[in-house]
């Protein structure tokens, strides 16, 4: 059977949408402009060249006209961003470092910072602005900010509206926010004016009721009774509300590398898809009727977690994800998966910038090209859904280490190993843990039962990262920096050539056998031609060796 083909028409189209969006994040709006005519220009004249060039050929220059208008449109877009971002009225306050009150949308979930010099924590909080007063006037302005407080500020979450007051300056290069808001006042409420009652508690809903962030919290509030590590991990996993877990535990999941597990992530999306998939297919649906089954409860989900946008990264890579594992088609996948990030970067160009839209492409590329084709090295007698389980962490963690190490120098030993261990308990937590989530408000008493099954195999995984994080050598020291990563590039083309070496022993054998006949016939050569030339040398003697050599055409040297 040939190798499948894998399908490169779009990915010239998601390289230079990624480009496009990184680049918009450091220039000024007018060259963003002017690089999305460039575009234009450039998209138009390759299709003029289209009827010129060789008939197998053709395709070329399609294929970089389509990527050079979808280019321009991220380039568009980015340029919209960019005006509001350094010509605003947010832009002109941050640059003359006022004092500002604002009123403030959450965006984002809170990010833990450290402490101040009084042991304070401090968090950092993506917003959006409402309206803005500054030197006593009040505008509306919707532009995006980074908020950094302490006290009061872990609790807000994403559809939140709070005012605050603070100081606000410029934000650094490359920063897609108009600017930092350093603030002086909890959030509170938009009409609070300042009045101390008014200042938002833990309890406080959000403003839309029933909204993902009210289902968040009274979904941690009823895992309370579960006690232990389950009531922080539990939601933490199903929810990405990691407020309440403990601080040791948050460091033994970063040493063996599983924090992705306690965010919405492709995986959690992957598992709610698959999992709606074939209860589809139970009760007999057709494949089309059950894909819409499916992508409809994977809607629902979203909606039910926050409709963010890492939630919509996270569910648009677990989906390619999981179509590349079941269909096996990875030249199809590999289109979906460059179609799927030129779209984003077109609806948010933002995201060129984002870390974990980078390792959510990783990790889905990984399972794309390389999860498959290692789960086939395995030996016939290996049952497949081992060997899946095997390699679809591994090809993820190979795509993605060189950009764990350049923001963590340090390396994870037992991190594959640990997620091998916890995937079986990761899928009751995923599935029961989401199905108790609805029931929480509705029917509490129903939801007592998946709560308790997720609970346990929360607890299961929380002691699978304590042990691995307790063993030695848990976590090593890491260059820093481009060696850092280059010798992380290095180290996982190695792990993948010593994987398929470990998996073909038959053809390893075979290759050292044909290696050392080759080396012995090499050997054997060249100790026949150095025994001849000897030989000669002490028969004939020297004179005779070189008068020889020189009937042969050589010259005698001088004396």
Same mark, same amino acid.
């Given at each position: 059977?040939?190798?499948?083909?894998?399908?490169?028409?779009?990915?010239?189209?998601?390289?230079?949408?990624?480009?496009?969006?990184?680049?918009?994040?450091?220039?000024?709006?007018?060259?963003?402009?002017?690089?999305?005519?460039?575009?234009?220009?450039?998209?138009?004249?390759?299709?003029?060249?289209?009827?010129?060039?060789?008939?197998?050929?053709?395709?070329?220059?399609?294929?970089?006209?389509?990527?050079?208008?979808?280019?321009?449109?991220?380039?568009?877009?980015?340029?919209?961003?960019?005006?509001?971002?350094?010509?605003?009225?947010?832009?002109?306050?941050?640059?003359?470092?006022?004092?500002?009150?604002?009123?403030?949308?959450?965006?984002?979930?809170?990010?833990?910072?450290?402490?101040?010099?009084?042991?304070?924590?401090?968090?950092?909080?993506?917003?959006?602005?409402?309206?803005?007063?500054?030197?006593?006037?009040?505008?509306?302005?919707?532009?995006?900010?980074?908020?950094?407080?302490?006290?009061?500020?872990?609790?807000?979450?994403?559809?939140?509206?709070?005012?605050?007051?603070?100081?606000?300056?410029?934000?650094?290069?490359?920063?897609?926010?108009?600017?930092?808001?350093?603030?002086?006042?909890?959030?509170?409420?938009?009409?609070?004016?300042?009045?101390?009652?008014?200042?938002?508690?833990?309890?406080?809903?959000?403003?839309?009721?029933?909204?993902?962030?009210?289902?968040?919290?009274?979904?941690?509030?009823?895992?309370?009774?579960?006690?232990?590590?389950?009531?922080?991990?539990?939601?933490?996993?199903?929810?990405?509300?990691?407020?309440?877990?403990?601080?040791?535990?948050?460091?033994?999941?970063?040493?063996?590398?599983?924090?992705?597990?306690?965010?919405?992530?492709?995986?959690?999306?992957?598992?709610?898809?698959?999992?709606?998939?074939?209860?589809?297919?139970?009760?007999?649906?057709?494949?089309?009727?059950?894909?819409?089954?499916?992508?409809?409860?994977?809607?629902?989900?979203?909606?039910?977690?926050?409709?963010?946008?890492?939630?919509?990264?996270?569910?648009?890579?677990?989906?390619?994800?999981?179509?590349?594992?079941?269909?096996?088609?990875?030249?199809?996948?590999?289109?979906?998966?460059?179609?799927?990030?030129?779209?984003?970067?077109?609806?948010?160009?933002?995201?060129?910038?984002?870390?974990?839209?980078?390792?959510?492409?990783?990790?889905?590329?990984?399972?794309?090209?390389?999860?498959?084709?290692?789960?086939?090295? $395995? *030996?016939?007698? #290996? !049952?497949?859904?081992?060997?899946?389980?095997? /390699? %679809? +962490? =591994?090809?993820?963690? @190979?795509?993605?280490?060189?950009?764990?190490?350049?923001?963590?120098?340090?390396?994870?030993?037992?991190?594959?190993?640990?997620?091998?261990?916890? $995937? *079986?308990?990761? #899928? !009751?937590?995923?599935?029961?843990?989401?199905? /108790? %989530? +609805? =029931?929480?408000?509705? @029917?509490?008493?129903?939801?007592?039962?998946?709560?308790?099954?997720?609970?346990?195999?929360?607890?299961?995984?929380?002691?699978?990262?304590?042990?691995?994080?307790?063993?030695?050598?848990?976590?090593?020291?890491?260059?820093?920096?481009? +060696?850092?990563?280059?010798?992380?590039?290095?180290?996982?083309?190695?792990?993948?050539?010593?994987?398929?070496?470990?998996?073909?022993?038959?053809?390893?054998?075979?290759?050292?056998?044909?290696?050392?006949?080759?080396?012995?016939?090499?050997?054997?050569?060249?100790?026949?031609?150095?025994?001849?030339?000897?030989?000669?040398?002490?028969?004939?003697?020297?004179?005779?060796?070189?008068?020889?050599?020189?009937?042969?055409?050589?010259?005698?040297?001088?004396?």
């Amino acid at each position: 059977m040939s190798p499948e083909r894998l399908d490169l028409r779009l990915a010239p189209s998601a390289v230079l949408a990624w480009a496009i969006s990184i680049s918009a994040a450091y220039l000024p709006s007018l060259w963003t402009g002017v690089a999305c005519v460039a575009l234009l220009v450039a998209a138009c004249l390759l299709l003029t060249t289209r009827a010129v060039v060789p008939r197998n050929l053709r395709s070329l220059p399609a294929t970089f006209a389509v990527a050079c208008l979808f280019g321009a449109v991220v380039a568009a877009h980015g340029a919209m961003d960019a005006g509001s971002r350094d010509d605003g009225p947010v832009a002109e306050a941050a640059a003359a470092r006022d004092s500002v009150v604002m009123n403030l949308l959450i965006v984002g979930d809170p990010r833990e910072l450290g402490t101040d010099s009084h042991g304070s924590g401090r968090w950092a909080v993506p917003a959006e602005v409402v309206d803005i007063a500054a030197d006593g006037i009040m505008i509306s302005s919707r532009t995006r900010i980074l908020v950094t407080g302490g006290e009061g500020w872990d609790q807000v979450v994403t559809g939140q509206e709070v005012r605050t007051a603070g100081k606000l300056k410029p934000a650094k290069p490359g920063q897609v926010e108009a600017g930092v808001l350093a603030a002086a006042t909890p959030p509170m409420r938009p009409d609070s004016r300042h009045e101390p009652e008014a200042q938002l508690s833990q309890e406080t809903p959000s403003n839309l009721p029933q909204s993902p962030a009210q289902l968040k919290k009274q979904f941690g509030t009823a895992a309370e009774w579960l006690r232990g590590d389950a009531a922080g991990l539990l939601p933490g996993m199903v929810t990405g509300d990691t407020t309440r877990m403990d601080e040791s535990l948050e460091t033994a999941m970063k040493t063996t590398g599983t924090t992705h597990l306690t965010a919405v992530s492709g995986a959690n999306c992957s598992l709610i898809l698959g999992g709606l998939v074939l209860l589809a297919r139970s009760f007999r649906l057709a494949r089309g009727v059950a894909a819409i089954v499916a992508l409809s409860g994977l809607a629902a989900f979203v909606m039910m977690v926050g409709p963010d946008a890492s939630v919509l990264r996270a569910a648009v890579m677990g989906a390619i994800g999981l179509t590349a594992l079941s269909s096996g088609r990875r030249g199809r996948s590999l289109g979906f998966l460059c179609l799927a990030v030129t779209g984003l970067l077109i609806l948010d160009p933002s995201l060129g910038m984002s870390v974990g839209f980078l390792l959510s492409v990783l990790a889905t590329l990984g399972i794309v090209l390389l999860a498959r084709p290692m789960a086939s090295w $395995a *030996p016939a007698w #290996v !049952p497949r859904w081992l060997a899946s389980a095997v /390699a %679809v +962490p =591994l090809a993820a963690q @190979l795509l993605c280490s060189p950009v764990i190490v350049a923001m963590q120098p340090q390396f994870s030993s037992y991190s594959l190993l640990t997620n091998i261990a916890v $995937a *079986p308990f990761v #899928v !009751p937590v995923t599935i029961l843990g989401t199905i /108790a %989530v +609805p =029931l929480v408000p509705i @029917l509490p008493w129903l939801a007592v039962v998946p709560m308790a099954v997720a609970g346990a195999s929360a607890v299961m995984v929380a002691a699978i990262a304590r042990f691995f994080a307790g063993l030695p050598g848990a976590a090593l020291p890491w260059p820093e920096g481009p +060696p850092g990563i280059a010798t992380m590039i290095l180290w996982s083309v190695v792990s993948i050539l010593m994987v398929w070496l470990v998996l073909h022993p038959t053809w390893v054998g075979s290759a050292v056998v044909s290696l050392h006949r080759r080396l012995v016939l090499l050997i054997a050569a060249g100790e026949s031609a150095f025994r001849g030339r000897w030989t000669g040398y002490a028969v004939r003697g020297p004179a005779t060796v070189r008068d020889a050599g020189l009937r042969a055409g050589g010259t005698r040297p001088g004396p």
